[in-house]
C-alpha cells in the first residue's frame, strides 16, 4: 500500500461531518464539473459551425485556385495544365474565368453581377451546380446564334428572366473601350436555359456561360483568369500548395481553401478559443476554492504533519501528499465534468435538442467533437489543479515537527 496516497485520501475524503473544508472541496469539484462540462459543450458546438460553414463553402471553392502573382489573367497555357496534373495529390484541374458585368433584361432591369466562364466536362464544381438545377437545363452551348445562360432562382426573380428569354450582358471593359474610343459599348447577348438554387452563406449572384464566350466578353483572347484544383485529401492542400508553388514558380499566386475565406476562417477560430478562455474563467474559481480547502487541511493537520515527519517522512513525501489532494480533486471534476460535457454534445448531435432561433442551412446546433479539444480542455484543468496545490503542499513541507507538536 502506498503511504502517501492513502494519507492524501483520508486527509480528503474520511470527514465525518460537514466542515468548512468538505464545502470548499465540494464547491471545488463542481465548479471544475461545470466548468469542463461547459467547455466540452461551446468548443463541440464551435467545432461544429466551422465543420458545416466549411462544408458549404467548399462546394463553391476549390481545395487550391492558381492564378497570375501580379496580373489579373494567364494564359491558356496546356503544359503547365499538365505539369500540375501530374502532382499524385492533384485529382482534377480546370481553368475559370471570373469578373463582373452589368446584365440587362428589358429596358429597366440591371443587374451588377459575377460572371463565371467554365468548361463543360472539366469545371470541379459542375456537378454539385447541375445537381442544383430547378427550372431548365444546365445547358451553355450555342444555339440560334445565342450562347446559353444560367442564372439563380433569386436574380430570376428580380429581373423577371426566365427560360428562353434573351439577355444582354455588358463587361466593364467594353464599357472602358466605349468610353475611351468614343464608341458604342459591345454587348453580348445570351439565352437563359436554366435557373439554379443552392444553399450559400453569403448573398452572391453569379452568373454561368461557356468558357469560350466569357473570353470574348471580357476580351480575354486564350487567357483565363486562372487554374482551380480538387485533391485527393482537402486537408493536404497547405502541404500540396507548397510543393505546387516549387514546381510552377513564384510568378503564380496559389490559395488554399482556407486562404480564399480566411477573413471568414479566421474569424470563427478566434470566437471558439476566446470563448475557451472565457469559460476558463469559472475552472479559475474553483481552482482558487482547492488552493483555501487544501491550505485549511494543512492548518487542520499541523500536528499530524509534525508527527508523520518525527517518524521520519520526508518534506518531499509531504508535499506529495497535499499535491495528491489537488489532483483527487481535479480527477474527479474534470472526470464527471468531461462525461456530462460528452454526453450533452453526443445528445444534441444525435436528437438536435437545441433548435436554432432562426432559419439556418440547419436548423439545430451542430456538433462534432474533436478529440484534441478534449484533451486541451481537460489537460489545462489538471495543470492549473497542480499549480493550485503547490502553495499549500509547500508550506505543508516546511512544517517542524517540534513546533507542530508543541503548538498543540
Not at 482556407?258 to 475552472?283: A, C, H, N, R, T
Not at 489543479?385 to 513541507?397: D, E, T, V
Amino acid at each position: 500500500m502506498n503511504v502517501v496516497r492513502f494519507i492524501a485520501r483520508r486527509y480528503l475524503f474520511s470527514g465525518k461531518q460537514v466542515s468548512l473544508i468538505s464545502v470548499l472541496t465540494g464547491i471545488s469539484i463542481a465548479g471544475l464539473t461545470v466548468g469542463t462540462a461547459l467547455l466540452i459543450v461551446v468548443l463541440s458546438v464551435f467545432n461544429g459551425f466551422y465543420d458545416v460553414i466549411r462544408s458549404f463553402l467548399l462546394s463553391f471553392d476549390p481545395d487550391i485556385r492558381i492564378e497570375m502573382a501580379e496580373a489579373t489573367s494567364m494564359r491558356y497555357d496546356v503544359d503547365l495544365m499538365d505539369q500540375i496534373k501530374s502532382h499524385p495529390d492533384v485529382l482534377e484541374l480546370t481553368p475559370f474565368i471570373e469578373n463582373k458585368a452589368m446584365l440587362a433584361y428589358e429596358s429597366d432591369r440591371n443587374e451588377v453581377v459575377g460572371v463565371r466562364g467554365v468548361e463543360k466536362g472539366s469545371h470541379i464544381r459542375l456537378t454539385e451546380l447541375e445537381n442544383s438545377i430547378t427550372r431548365g437545363v444546365f445547358d451553355l452551348s450555342v444555339q440560334n446564334n445565342r450562347p446559353g445562360l444560367v442564372i439563380s432562382e433569386s436574380m430570376s426573380r428580380r429581373i423577371g428572366a426566365s427560360e428562353g428569354d434573351e439577355v444582354a450582358v455588358l463587361s466593364a471593359v467594353g464599357m472602358r473601350r466605349a468610353l475611351t474610343q468614343f464608341t458604342a459599348p459591345r454587348v453580348s447577348r445570351f439565352q437563359v436555359r436554366g435557373q439554379y438554387s443552392m444553399q450559400q452563406i453569403m448573398d452572391s449572384d453569379v452568373i454561368y456561360i461557356d468558357m469560350v464566350a466569357a473570353q470574348r466578353l471580357f476580351n480575354m483572347q486564350n487567357e483565363i483568369t486562372g487554374l482551380e484544383l480538387k485533391l485527393n485529401d482537402t486537408d493536404s492542400a497547405e502541404r500540396v500548395k507548397g510543393e505546387l508553388q516549387e514546381m510552377i514558380g513564384d510568378e503564380y499566386l496559389l490559395s488554399t481553401w482556407y486562404d480564399i475565406q480566411k477573413p471568414m476562417y479566421d474569424v470563427m477560430l478566434i470566437e471558439k478559443w476566446g470563448s475557451y478562455f472565457i469559460l476558463m474563467i469559472i475552472i479559475i474559481v474553483a481552482v482558487m476554492n482547492i488552493i483555501g480547502s487544501i491550505t485549511m487541511i494543512v492548518i487542520q493537520k499541523k500536528k499530524d504533519i509534525g508527527v508523520l515527519l518525527s517518524m521520519g517522512m520526508t518534506p518531499a513525501k509531504i508535499r506529495k501528499i497535499f499535491q495528491l489532494q489537488g489532483l483527487y480533486i481535479g480527477f474527479i471534476g474534470c472526470g464527471i465534468g468531461g462525461a456530462v460535457g460528452l454526453l450533452l454534445a453526443l445528445a444534441q448531435k444525435e436528437y438536435g435538442l437545441v433548435k436554432l432561433s432562426s432559419a439556418f442551412i440547419i436548423d439545430a446546433y451542430p456538433i462534432f467533437i474533436n478529440p484534441w479539444d478534449i484533451a486541451i480542455i481537460l489537460g489545462g484543468s489538471m495543470i492549473l489543479c497542480l499549480a493550485a496545490s503547490w502553495y499549500p503542499a509547500k508550506r505543508a513541507a516546511q512544517v517542524e515537527p517540534a513546533d507542530a507538536v508543541r503548538s498543540e
